[in-house]
């Protein structure tokens, strides 16, 4: 694979990469790092690529197990996933300010999920991968793929309604 048939295949992986490895690094800095890193992985494998059945599943691996790897290094102590894709036009500022509010609580619940939790949480609903490519990343049936998955949403959903509840009270 020359340099131009890699750019064309990764070019559409590389926000992916990114923020599947933010998800894991908490700083900016450490999810570039990463991305980096995961780039001149996949360069230097680039020849392999293509016997790959899913190569964006690989990537995809590839970048979970060096963050893995750079969390156990202790490079980084605390996990987050940052999700900020709001798309309202021109929001008001208590609109704006309701849902930071919202998604810093969201954000919140999903930091005290499990560490296999968050990462199908942040695999399906944020990455929007179907369950095959979570299986291959994951090395999960697809039944326990969304067996878990619910079981997150349902916990996501109860501690949602407890604080609206609560706050409502």
Known sequence: MNQKAFLEYINPLKDKI????LRYLVSKEAAQDATQEVLL????????LSGY???EA???TITKNYCLDQLKLKTNNNLRIVHNNF???NPSLQKQL???NELEIVGKIIEGLSENEKLLIHLRDIEQ????????????KN???????SRARKKIREEILKKHSYGAS
């Open 41 to 48: 992985k996949l360069w230097k494998l680039k020849d392999k």
């Open 58 to 60: 690989f990537a995809m």
């Open 98 to 100: 309701e849902a930071k």
């Open 143 to 149: 039944t326990a793929i969304r067996v878990a998955l």
């Open 87 to 89: 798309d309202d036009g």
């Open 129 to 140: 991968l179907d369950y095959q490519e979570i299986a291959e990343i994951t090395k999960m």
């Open 18 to 21: 990114y923020r599947l490895s």
């Open 53 to 55: 059945n899913n190569p």
